[in-house]
């Protein structure tokens, strides 16, 4: 075994999370910091050219290449998980959306945890505080923090109809999706910087990695953590095929994301007390709650075939197409190129009874199969559909003590009748929308799921025909109160019965937001890293 130098803090994952920790806790330079990443510093062009999600989902270079068990809710169907594997984490190969969720998402989160420090109020700072906004500073915006947001660079004639038809529909067009109110149709913000992908390795990292109380080691598989009793010491890892320790003298903080986190701690004996004993792990303590309350966004493809306008389809297609792409990308970092997998967004209501927006839609100028699937021959747009605030909870659970075996991912999608019903609804809507006039000039035909489903048990089948994963695991490590025998953490997100040790990822949410989970869970680390701090100030 090949002991480390000791750290104040050890983190454990420099994906999205991991990234903003390294920089806010080595900003004081009486501590010292290592960051422990498992894949790569990666520098693949395809990480940096924004339309490179296409060669980095389900390549093992950037993705660890989960998929889930066969799904009921999918019709047994077992799908990819993509997860980002490098510095970065999934920001290296995530859609680069740039959404805060909704207001009462945080004030929820008060709720359930009873600490008003997560609600919307006290929030927003943090997303503010980390933002450089291509707006520059407003009251809702920032500029000159580390997260870059910009406008996208390029436009399509079906997006902007789709857009006329939406409002059509009864969506207003708003001009913000992040002000706490995110009702309405926009194109999306994005982050990139000059057409370029800005993962949060990019803006956390690189500017401080020189810093000399700062330790960066990649190609380190975590273990399991080092314990003393119910006080951790440290991290055990594999670095070249040799099993490592590192020792922590304050804490050790798990950012190894919504799987790794909680396998992390089921290899160490925190868990489920009866999941241990079947896979022949001693019991730590006790934790009955790590690797539960799994919740995903499920999108809903919707494919439309259309003629008398030009979509990604036919570009996509060409030889002449192709070239074109590439040249305008190199010459002026605008086009296809610079695409995010999803161009134009909208948030709605599945019915009138609900008090904020539960649908989002993503909507792209291209459609296929299934991801992985070339571009079909004709022309057509998806309008994926997605229940914002899914009922159905899923579960991660570690195989064996091997870190390199995948764990069991099983969402449980639609397993809640109510996410079966939102589903139908959802599809309802596309359809609504696709028969305004705004849409009319261009003959939309529905490809999948297909017309011929109507009912509701019809459109819920259906669903689990389209339905695919828009890469938002969170909630296996949820925060909560002394009462919550769920919760994981408590609302400073330090895990309950264990001293030193701590998760900061998106793990730690107890409910889903409104919204992609990319930026909530950079806002979770700049929050988490100033807890630390407080706490480290107010013992010293």
């Known amino acids: 075994m090949k002991e480390m130098d000791e750290f104040d803090y050890i983190i454990v994952g420099g994906g999205a999370a991991g990234c ?16 422990l990443e498992a894949g790569n510093d990666e520098k693949w ?65 008060a709720k359930l945890t009873g600490d008003e420090g997560w609600a919307w109020q006290n929030v ?44 059509q529909a009864g969506i207003p067009l708003t001009e913000d999706f992040n002000t706490g109110d995110n009702l309405g149709v ?25 810093r000399g109380n700062l330790k960066i080691i990649t190609g380190a598989l975590s273990d399991k953590l080092l314990l003393d009793g119910k006080q951790t010491k440290g991290i055990q890892f594999m670095l070249g095929g040799e099993q490592c320790q590192a020792k922590a003298r304050i804490e050790t903080i798990l950012s190894a994301g919504s799987i790794g986190s909680p396998a ?35 999108q ?32 002026f970092r605008t086009g296809p190129l610079t695409m995010a997998p999803s161009q134009l967004g909208l948030f709605a209501y599945s019915d009138e009874s609900v008090e904020t927006p539960d649908l989002e839609y993503h909507v792209q ?60 609804r959802g599809l309802r809507l596309t359809r609504r929308i696709a028969e305004q006039p705004a849409l009319a000039p261009f003959k939309p035909i529905e490809h999948l799921p297909g017309a011929d489903f109507r009912t509701d048990e019809e459109l819920a089948f259906a669903a689990g025909n389209v339905g695919t994963t828009i890469f938002h695991p969170v909630g296996t490590c949820k925060m909560g109160n002394q009462d919550d025998p769920s919760a994981v953490t408590d609302s400073r997100l330090r895990v309950l019965g264990v001293k030193g040790l701590r998760v900061v990822d998106a793990s730690i949410m107890p409910t889903i937001t409104s919204g992609n989970t990319s930026s909530p869970t950079i806002m979770i680390a700049t929050r988490g890293a100033e807890m630390i701090h407080e706490d480290r100030q107010a013992v010293s």
């Open 20 to 35: 903003v920790l390294a920089n806010k806790l080595s900003a004081d330079p009486d501590v010292t910091v290592l960051l």
């Open 45 to 109: 062009i395809w990480t940096k050219i924004p339309v490179g999600y296409l060669y980095c989902i389900n390549n093992p270079r950037t993705d660890w290449c989960y998929k889930t068990e066969p799904e009921p809710g999918l019709n047994g169907r077992s799908i990819i998980y993509a997860r980002g594997k490098g510095l970065g984490g999934s920001t290296l190969i995530n859609a680069m959306l740039y959404l805060r969720g909704q207001k009462r998402d945080y004030n929820e989160w």
């Open 300 to 331: 809903l493809r919707s494919v439309y075939i259309i003629q008398g306008v030009k979509t990604l389809n036919q570009t996509a297609n060409s030889l002449w197409g192709k070239a074109m792409m590439g040249l305008e990308y190199a010459l």
């Open 124 to 167: 927003f700072p943090a997303f503010k505080h980390v933002e450089d906004h291509w707006k520059g500073g407003d009251a809702n915006h920032n500029t000159g923090g580390e997260w870059r947001v910009e406008q996208q660079r390029l436009s399509w004639d079906i997006l902007d109809r789709f857009a006329e038809a939406a409002v």
């Open 264 to 298: 992390i701690m089921q290899r160490t004996g925190i868990g489920n007390p009866r999941t241990l004993q079947e896979l022949g792990i001693p019991v730590v303590h006790e934790l009955s709650g790590v690797g539960q309350n799994l919740q995903d966004h499920l």
């Open 186 to 210: 926009s194109k999306f913000e994005v982050n990139q910087k000059r057409g370029t992908r800005w993962s949060s390795a990019r803006g956390f990292l690189d500017p401080i990695r020189s």
């Open 365 to 424: 100028p291209l459609s296929l199969d299934k991801f992985g699937d070339p571009l079909h021959r004709f022309p057509a747009f998806t309008a994926s559909v997605l229940d914002l605030r899914p009922k159905s909870r899923g579960h991660i659970t570690i195989r064996d003590r091997n870190p390199h075996t995948a764990p069991i991912i099983a969402p449980n999608y639609l397993s809640h009748e109510e996410d079966r019903l939102k589903a139908a």
